[in-house]
C-alpha cells in the first residue's frame, strides 16, 4: 500500500500513475500476483480513479480517512458513500491522525463501521497491541452484520519509532507482533508499515505473519514503489 500522506496535486498524481505504468512495462513488473494499492490525497482521488481506466494497470485505491458521520451537516468531512465511488479501501486510524487531530478508540471505532457499512475495507493502524484489544472488531455488543465482515478488515502495525524515520523495526520483531495480533482477532490480513524500503521489504514480507507492507515516504517515487513491489 503506498500512503502518499498530504502529498502530490493532481497533475503530479497523473505523472506518477505514467511514469509507474510506464515502468510496469518497461521493466516487466509482475503486478499481477500482488494486491497493490495506493492512497493518494481526496483531492486526487477521483483523477486517479479517471487515469486508472486509459492505463489498464491492476491497481487499486485507498482513502486516506473517512467521516465517522453519515452524509449530512458535516462540514469538511468525506464520507463512506462519497469514497465508496473512488475507492475500495480506506486507511483507518493512522498515527498521525491519532497525535495531529486526536482521534481516539472510539473514533477509529466509529470509522471502522463507517467503512464496513458501505463496503469498504478498513485498513486499521495500529502501533501498540492495546489499539487491537479496545477495537470494535472485537467488541462484545459488535452487531451480526458487522461481524460478518470480520475477515475483510485489514490490520497495519505501525510503530511509531520506526515511521517516517528511516529506522524500521526488526523483522522478527513485527512478525511477533503480527502474531499476537492474529491471535487477538484471527486470521486476517497483518501488514507491516515504517521506513520500509525496496532494499528492506523482503525481510519483512518473508516472514510467515506478515501478509505486506505499508508504505509512506518510499511510495511517492513511482520506481522506486515499483521497485517495493518487485521485491516484496
Ligand atoms: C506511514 O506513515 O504509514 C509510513 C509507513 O511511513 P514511512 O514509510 O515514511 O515510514
Redesign the pocket.
Known amino acids: 500500500i503506498a ?1 502518499w ?1 498530504s502529498n502530490k496535486t493532481i497533475k503530479e498524481t497523473e505523472e506518477w500513475l505514467h511514469s509507474f505504468s510506464d515502468g510496469v512495462k518497461r521493466k516487466g513488473v509482475n503486478v499481477e500476483g500482488k494486491t497493490v494499492i495506493v492512497a493518494p490525497s481526496f483531492t486526487s482521488l477521483e483523477h486517479a480513479h479517471y487515469c486508472l481506466g486509459n492505463l489498464k494497470l491492476s491497481l487499486k485505491f485507498a482513502a486516506q480517512d473517512i467521516s465517522p458521520f453519515d452524509e449530512g451537516a458535516h462540514t469538511g468531512e468525506v464520507n463512506g458513500r462519497q469514497i465508496k465511488e473512488l475507492a475500495d479501501y480506506v486507511i483507518v486510524g ?3 491522525r491519532r497525535k495531529n487531530f486526536g482521534e481516539d478508540e472510539e473514533m477509529v471505532n466509529q470509522k471502522i463501521e463507517h467503512s464496513l457499512k458501505q463496503e469498504l475495507t478498513p485498513i486499521v ?1 495500529v502501533s501498540i497491541l492495546e489499539q487491537t484489544q479496545k477495537s470494535k472488531l472485537k467488541s462484545q455488543n459488535y452487531n451480526s452484520k458487522l461481524k460478518s465482515y470480520e475477515n475483510k478488515v485489514v490490520i ?1 502495525y ?1 510503530p511509531l519509532f ?4 528511516g529506522k524500521p523495526d526488526t523483522p522478527e520483531n513485527a512478525n511477533e507482533f503480527a502474531k499476537s495480533i492474529k491471535n487477538e482477532l484471527g486470521e486476517i490480513p497483518v501488514l507491516y ?4 524500503k525496496s532494499d528492506n521489504v523482503k525481510s519483512f514480507t518473508s516472514m510467515p505473519h506478515i501478509g505486506g507492507v ?6 511517492l517515487d513511482p520506481l522506486e514503489f515499483l521497485k517495493i513491489i518487485k521485491n516484496a
Open positions: 500512503n500522506k493512522h498515527s498521525e493502524c497495519a505501525e520506526a515511521i517516517g524515520s508499515g515504517g521506513s520500509v505499508l508504505v509512506g515516504g518510499a511510495s
